[in-house]
């Protein structure tokens, strides 16, 4: 398997994990805290945004924890196409 193979799949797998933030982050103002779907997409996501929680400053009951991940991993994938 080539370099560029395992870079595109990587790329694809954070690609796929940005949308898996934003399902995780829409659905937190749907679902309750207890459902399944809510607790896996936490169980997923949570160990990724936890650091960034601690190092923010509290921001008024806004979590702006997702939009931080998703632009570190926007960041990752610019660095990796350029590979």
Known sequence: MSSNTLISIFIMLLDFFV????????????LPPAHPVREA?????????NPIRNLMPGTGGLDFS??????IIEFITILLRSL
């Open 41 to 49: 997409l936490s169980r997923v996501v949570d160990p990724f945004l």
């Open 19 to 30: 949308w898996v933030v934003i399902a995780s982050s829409l659905l937190s103002f749907f």
């Open 66 to 71: 997702p939009l931080i991940l998703i632009l």
